[in-house]
């Protein structure tokens, strides 16, 4: 039932012809030409370009005992001009910049959040965007505290950080999903996660219309 999961490796099915670098400025974008050969077994000539940003992490704080979560929330280019107003309630994430993935979550969770974790939980990786962008991404949850806060976070000013933190409870931010005020896709794989996993498990029911 489950033999759909462990697909076959495409290695032997992509003839890489030709790669151009068509920017390397804040990060690399690339157009590879290469054939690839089709579940029928003839090859066809295909192009495409990708975005290297590297791997990168993401991370919910919440709090059991009073059903709370941390969240940022700062102003977005490309959402903006996609239509959005701008500012995206979002869940802590950074780029891994050659650190483990856990090791660099907790600076940047304490970097943006204020808030000091030790101990971190990884639940899943997922590709975000793999029609284009080559990042993987690692989520990852963490309890916190009143005494988790070493400082008033904010993000990195030389980056052009500007983030506000937010702590919501689990039923505003399960219903911001619903109304569209939280419309970040890894946020909404976080809270939901842990609105079926770990709030659920307190025995206390949510209802929520999303």
Not at 61 to 71: D, F, K, P, Q
Not at 180 to 196: E, H, V, W
């Amino acid at each position: 039932m489950m033999n759909f999961v462990q697909a076959p490796s495409m290695k032997d099915r992509v003839r890489i012809k030709k790669v151009e670098t068509l920017s390397d400025d804040w990060y690399v974008l690339k157009k590879t030409t290469f054939d690839l050969q089709r579940s029928d077994g003839t090859w066809q000539q295909q192009s495409r370009e990708t975005y290297d940003r590297g791997n990168g992490a993401t991370i919910l704080l919440y709090n059991l005992e009073r059903r709370t979560v941390v969240l940022t929330r700062q102003f977005r280019f490309p959402a903006f001009v996609n239509g959005h107003p701008g500012l995206l309630i979002e869940t802590a994430a950074g780029l891994l910049d050659k650190a483990s993935p856990e090791e660099r979550i907790k600076a940047e969770v304490e970097e943006e959040t204020g808030y000091r974790v030790d101990h971190v939980r990884k639940i899943f990786e997922a590709f975000m965007s793999p029609g284009s962008v080559t990042e993987k991404l690692y989520f990852f949850l963490a309890e916190y505290d009143n005494g988790s806060r070493v400082t008033a976070g904010g993000g990195n000013f030389v980056e052009g950080e500007d983030i506000e933190v937010l702590e919501l409870s689990i039923e505003d931010a399960m219903a911001a999903i619903g109304t569209g005020a939280i419309a970040d896709g890894k946020t909404i794989m976080l809270l939901q996660y842990a609105f079926i996993h770990v709030f659920s498990e307190t025995g206390k029911a949510i209802s929520v219309v999303c």
